[in-house]
Every structure is written in structure tokens, then in C-alpha cells.
């Protein structure tokens, strides 16, 4: 067996044996087949703060104690309506992991809002996204059980990316990130009954072997609980605080094979095409381009701007594959699978006689009543 840091700390038991990731490792291209078709969704992007008791090396979007914002009730409200106005049916709340003590700041803010944690406060904003017609895809790391279970009610779907199993210097710190907290995360969703994104980093210091491992872990999780519906193979791209260099196209087009020879067909393979060069990946198994957004930027990558969705379709064309849209929760967690799936709220926005419910289930291509459960 594998041993992966953390897993024991956690209690998180992932089954990985030797043999199967040196026959995942043994995976080209040439094994996997293009998809025949490509997804994506509309969404407006909400970074609900900026204050992340992590410190990666690569990552630009958290900002230090004293420089961090906490966007307000009015902000969220604002942008969610312009998102619903612009035909967007999803809300992605990101934020960075539960700032620690030393962001007073926005402690204080979270009080002034009659909050005690940026989770409680993730679910209002939440319930103000499905009220001016968006569904939320909530990301926010780690969490505990507690902390899912208080928001999963009021999420179509929800991630976190497990980025990789390996311990890496990128991660390092007082604060790093550890393995088996995200494992536990992933597994708490499963037991949780929440449709799960996640996904792997692809160039923070890993070896192809800890891809391995990575997707591996991953696929005995969903293989318990059925839960996650996307995995994210996402290239690291330089930026201001990481020049640690970028995967070349071998690295990232074997990377892309080995998650599509590795998951089950229900879960997708994902690369957004604002950081990898998708039309190269196309024929290692990509099916699912993400979330796009016609409103907002991409907060956590913000020098690399979204497509429109006509570079979307020619990456389509360029693949000869439609491009369809979709919700940010997949249709197999809908209809009747969807009374287990999709909790109570999340089904009354989907069969709504309002607009955003007309919206909905347009992109589903059903009905005017749908067939999302009661």
C-alpha cells in the first residue's frame, strides 16, 4: 500500500496500492479516446475573502492580516443579481481557508454581520445567491463535518481541490497544507451526500508518480460514496509570487490521461482553458472546460482572463464536438437520484415557475415543470 501524509493524523482510510499506480503511470494518450463533447458552465465568480490562514508559494489570492477584504451582503447581493441578469445559472463562492486569529479585521467584519465564522457567513450568501436565481458551488478547502453540513443544504454542489498527495515545499510552512485533511474533506462530502469537484495541481513540485497517487485516492473515495462528479487537471501558471515554472505540454497531456484512465466514465475530466491549452488536451479526455464567467474575473488566477463563449466554441470546433452547457451540478444527481442528492431548496429554485427556474432547466433541455424532485 501507499502511504500518504496525513491520512492517519485525519483518520482518513484511501486504499492505493503499488501496482496500480505503476500501471496508471504506464498510461499515454494513444490509451485514452477524445469525448464526445464539451461542457461548461456560466457563473459569476465571488471571492467572499481574501484572508486564508494558508500561504502556498503559488497562490495569489489570499492577501496578508490588515490588506484582506470580506465582501458585504450588498456586494454579494449586486453581483449575483448582474450574474442572473447575464443568463449565468451558478454562483462560485471561493474563499480562502478559515482565516486564523491573525486576521482581525476580518473577524470583525464577520461580527459586524452577526456571523462567528466565514462558514455561518458562506451559507447567507449562499441563500442570497438562490434568491436572485443563482445555484451556489461553494469552495471553500477544508472543512469539517460540522462546518459542510451547516451549507450543504443550500449548495447544488460543492469542492475542494485535493491539488495533490504529495508533500511539496510549495505548500510548506507553519501553515501548510495537509493531504489528509483534503482526503478527509473529499470524504466527508461522500458521506454527506454532496456532489463533489475536485482536482489536482499539476506542476508545484510533484512527480508524475504523485499524480498517480493523487487520482488514485480520489477514485477509491468516489467509489465509496458515488459523489464526485469533475476532476480538475489544472496546470500551475507563473503569476507574481510563483516562478517556479510551468508544466510543459508532455507533462500536462499525460497528466490529463492518466485522470481519464483512472475515473469512472460518470465523473468528468476537466481543464480550464483560461490556464491550460485545451485544444491540445482534447484528445487525452478533457470533457469539461468549468466555469466561465461573462461578469466577473477569475479571482484566484486574475491574470488570466476568461474566453467568451465564442473561444469556447471554436475550442468545440477545433475538437469536432459540440460544446453544451450545464449546471454546476451534474444531471446524474438530478431527477429521482436527485431526492438523495439535491437537498430541498436547491429543488424548489430548480422547479421554480420563475425565471431563473426557466433558466435552469433550459440548460437541463427540459420542460417548463422539469423534473428535479419536490
Not at 109 to 125: C, F, K, T, V, W
Amino acid at each position: 500500500m501507499v502511504s500518504i501524509p496525513g491520512t492517519e493524523e485525519y483518520g482518513v482510510d484511501v486504499t492505493v496500492t503499488e501496482t496500480a499506480v505503476e500501471r496508471l503511470l504506464g498510461t499515454t494518450p494513444a490509451d485514452v479516446a477524445a469525448a464526445p463533447e464539451l461542457r461548461f458552465a456560466r457563473n459569476v465568480f465571488l471571492p467572499l475573502t481574501t484572508a486564508c490562514r494558508y500561504t502556498c508559494t503559488y497562490c495569489t489570492y489570499y492577501d496578508p492580516p490588515g490588506e484582506a477584504s470580506l465582501m458585504s451582503p450588498a456586494e454579494i447581493r449586486e453581483t449575483v443579481e448582474r450574474g442572473a441578469a447575464a443568463g449565468c445559472t451558478e454562483a462560485l463562492f471561493t474563499f480562502g481557508d478559515d482565516p486564523d486569529d491573525r486576521y482581525d479585521a476580518i473577524h470583525a467584519q464577520l461580527r459586524e454581520y452577526g456571523h462567528d465564522s466565514i462558514h455561518s457567513y458562506l451559507r447567507e450568501a449562499c441563500e442570497i445567491a438562490l434568491d436572485a436565481g443563482l445555484l451556489p458551488h461553494s469552495n471553500p478547502g477544508d472543512q469539517t463535518r460540522e462546518q459542510m453540513a451547516a451549507v450543504a443544504d443550500v449548495n447544488a454542489s460543492m469542492g475542494t481541490m485535493l491539488e495533490t498527495t504529495a508533500g511539496v515545499r510549495a505548500h510548506g510552512g507553519p501553515r501548510a497544507k495537509n493531504p489528509g485533511q483534503r482526503l478527509r474533506t473529499i470524504r466527508i462530502a461522500g458521506e454527506l451526500g454532496v456532489p463533489f469537484t475536485t482536482g489536482i495541481l499539476v506542476g508545484i513540485g510533484e512527480t508524475r508518480r504523485d499524480r498517480a497517487v493523487s487520482l488514485l485516492a480520489i477514485r477509491d473515495l468516489h467509489e465509496r460514496f458515488d459523489h464526485v462528479q469533475e476532476v480538475i487537471v489544472q496546470p500551475v501558471s507563473e503569476n507574481e509570487r510563483w516562478r517556479g515554472g510551468e508544466p510543459s505540454l508532455d507533462e500536462l497531456r499525460h497528466a490529463v490521461a492518466m485522470a481519464r484512465a483512472c475515473l469512472p466514465p460518470e465523473v468528468s475530466v476537466q481543464a480550464p482553458p483560461n490556464l491550460a491549452p485545451v485544444r491540445d488536451l482534447l484528445d487525452c479526455g478533457v470533457d469539461d472546460l468549468g466555469g466561465v464567467s461573462p461578469v466577473t474575473v477569475d479571482h484566484v488566477n486574475p491574470d488570466y482572463e476568461w474566453p467568451e463563449l465564442r473561444e469556447l466554441e471554436a475550442i468545440a470546433e477545433a475538437g469536432g464536438v459540440p460544446l453544451r452547457e450545464r449546471l454546476p451540478v451534474y444531471e446524474r444527481f438530478l431527477g429521482e437520484k436527485g431526492r438523495a442528492w439535491v437537498a430541498p431548496p436547491v429543488r424548489r429554485a430548480l422547479r421554480a415557475g420563475d425565471d431563473a427556474g426557466r433558466r435552469y432547466r433550459a440548460v437541463l433541455g427540459e420542460g417548463p415543470t422539469g423534473a428535479a424532485g419536490d
